[in-house]
């Protein structure tokens, strides 16, 4: 890790999900500087936090995160990750194509994993 | 205005004839002569008369014979016979009458009293050829026309023959209610109907027209129309006249359309009822796959995420525990991918949020060979014909996986002309039949449900294709 933390945007819907993954990436050095619970407020977030990562959850109650990614790709410089509950299998090509630097699915996230992504 | 003359023939010896015949002629009757009654049947076979003027005592044929025989003879019947008798033999006349003479008249006779017999007989001869006229008018038409007394029995004055058609009864059984009333052969349930009916039409001073039911001599039921009116006739009597018609044959017609109807709207019904069905556990299946997503896998997804948190920190303070937790992890991790594998199984979240060919997309990148997506629609399809050719196509693949030791795999979707069709083929060992398994049979009801049909081809050792087809507008 570099002594400047990696800033943080958490986007998911779920409070706990949330609180968890702050935790675990606070633990893994990362620095969360903001969460979002929807793909509006997420695009607002990235715009003003300006993250240096987005780590997205796909299914949102707005905007599902594929369609976040692309809309963020054009205008952030941000990172984004997608995430979910589900596997990377279950979304087949959207991942690839919605312009997200990669998938972690929730269960194996951590600091490391996230890295691992980020610096593909 | 003078009548044009009546047709005559006189029956009579020289003497006689002269007498009656001057007088006749005079005033314009066309009269023949014969003298005897074998001579006058077969002058009036050749040709009518409206009066027969006769003798009673003839040669050959008398008077007598001569009335039977008038009498018995269909088209002879209506003639009007006058009988003389000298007026010595008077005692005669009863005789005559009884005979089948309609009058008659003593010689010597006055001349006008002559004419005035002969117009009166002519006049009823004229009666009783339009009533005949009227009965084969009667007799030809398709339905029962009657007279009968506005009452409760429908007492019959006359019904012509066709009634024994409808009802199987001889119109004579109604006349006068001789035999039983007209009221009795109407069906039970629909006499105080007919009843009131034609009361409130003659009340109101309307023509009536009513369908009912008449119960045959055989027990069967016949539907029959009845038109009737009210009329006063010049006695001061008043009557019901009208007809009655067999009309079983077009309620039988309409009965069968209403049955042919209903029984359409019941397949209809029962169609859409299993479309709804199948919605209604689609509908199922995607919620408790989004309940399941929502709830159990957030709430493990947590823990698991704090658990690896733990495990972190215990490597630091407890390293002992440490491999223990781990392997809490690690089981954790079996038990939500056995929970997402249940779920995705249920309904792919794929197909409702991004549609069939996303969620095919995904399905073939999960197979463990490659399937190649050879065609695929720009726009979705209605949702229920997306979830039929889904769940087709999974269990398409699921079967050449398991049975078709194929090479090469594709899957193709389409729609076009107001048709959707999908295709799985594959280049394995064919041989499979539509009726092994459960999977595609059901998959044969959704697409029944779709008005679709399901077709599989797979001749053994040359592949299986295996083709849905819906309607699609």
């Known amino acids: 890790m570099e002594a400047v933390k990696e800033t943080v945007l958490i986007v998911d819907d779920h409070a706990a999900f949330r609180r968890s993954a702050r935790l675990l990436l606070e633990a893994d050095g990362y620095e969360v500087i903001g969460e979002a619970e929807d793909g509006r407020s997420a695009l607002f977030e990235a715009g003003s936090l300006a993250p240096d990562v987005v780590l997205l959850d796909i299914f949102l109650p707005d905007l599902d995160g594929f369609e976040v990614a692309s809309a963020l790709s054009g205008r952030s410089r941000a990172v984004v990750v997608l995430t979910s509950s589900r596997d990377a299998c279950d979304f087949g090509a959207l991942v690839s194509e919605s312009g997200a630097r990669g998938f972690i699915p929730k269960t194996e996230l951590s600091g490391a994993s996230l890295a691992a992504v980020v610096e593909q | ?473």
Not at chain 2, 171 to 185: H, L, M, N
Not at chain 2, 253 to 262: D, G, I, K, N, S
């Open chain 2, 1 to 473: 205005m003078p009548e044009p003359g009546a047709e005559i023939l006189v029956v009579a010896s020289n003497a006689v004839a002269s007498m009656v015949r001057v007088p006749l002629e005079d005033v314009g009757h066309r009269v023949r002569v014969v003298a005897d009654g074998v001579a006058a049947l077969s002058a009036l076979r050749r040709r009518g008369s409206d009066v027969i003027v006769a003798e009673w005592k003839l040669p050959h044929l008398d008077g007598r014979g001569l009335c039977q025989a008038v009498r018995a003879d269909h088209e002879l019947s209506g003639t009007h016979v006058i009988v003389m008798t000298s007026a010595a033999r008077t005692e005669l006349a009863p005789e005559a009458l009884e005979a089948g003479a309609d009058d008659y008249l003593a010689t010597p006779f006055e001349r006008a009293e002559l004419l005035a017999r002969v117009r009166a007989g002519r006049r009823t001869a004229q009666l009783r050829a339009s009533e005949a006229r009227l009965r084969a008018l009667m007799a030809n038409v398709p339905g029962a026309i009657y007279r009968c007394a506005p009452d409760r029995d429908w007492t019959m004055e006359l019904i012509s023959d066709e009634i024994e058609r409808i009802s199987g009864y001889p119109p004579a059984d109604f006349i006068d209610s001789a035999v039983r009333t007209f009221a009795s052969v109407i069906h039970p349930d629909d006499r105080g109907r007919v009843e009131d009916a034609v009361f409130q039409a003659c009340a109101a001073g309307r023509p009536f027209v009513l369908e009912y039911r008449i119960q045959r001599v055989d027990g069967d039921e016949r539907w029959v129309l009845e038109r009737g009116q009210l009329v006063h006739s010049t006695n001061g009597r008043t009557w019901l006249d009208g007809a009655i018609f067999d009309i079983s044959a077009r309620r039988q017609a309409e009965e069968e359309r209403r049955r042919r109807e209903a029984e359409q709207a019941r397949v209809a019904e029962l169609h859409a009822s299993r479309a709804r069905i199948i919605e209604a556990a689609d509908a199922a299946r995607r919620r408790i796959e989004r309940d399941l997503h929502d709830g159990a896998q957030q709430r493990f997804v947590t823990v698991a995420l704090q658990l690896r948190l733990l495990v972190s920190q215990l490597e630091r303070t407890a390293p002992d525990i440490a491999p223990l937790a781990k392997d809490v992890l690690d089981e954790l991790r079996f038990a939500m991918n056995e929970l997402r594998e249940l779920a995705r199984g249920i309904h792919p979240a794929l197909l409702s949020e991004r549609g069939l060919v996303r969620a095919v997309e995904a399905l073939l990148s999960r197979m463990p060979m490659v399937v190649r997506l050879r065609e695929a629609p720009a726009e979705r399809l209605p949702e229920p014909v997306e979830a039929a050719f889904y769940y087709l196509i999974a269990e398409s693949l699921t079967n050449v996986c398991k049975h078709a030791d194929a090479n090469v795999v594709s899957v193709g979707i389409g729609r076009a002309r107001g048709r959707a069709w999908v295709e799985v083929t594959d280049d394995g060992v064919g041989g499979a039949k539509s009726s092994e398994g459960s999977g595609l049979s059901e998959l044969g009801d959704r697409l029944e449900a779709l008005d679709g049909t399901l077709t599989i081809l797979s001749p053994p050792g040359n592949g299986t294709t295996v083709r849905a087809e819906v309607t699609c507008a």
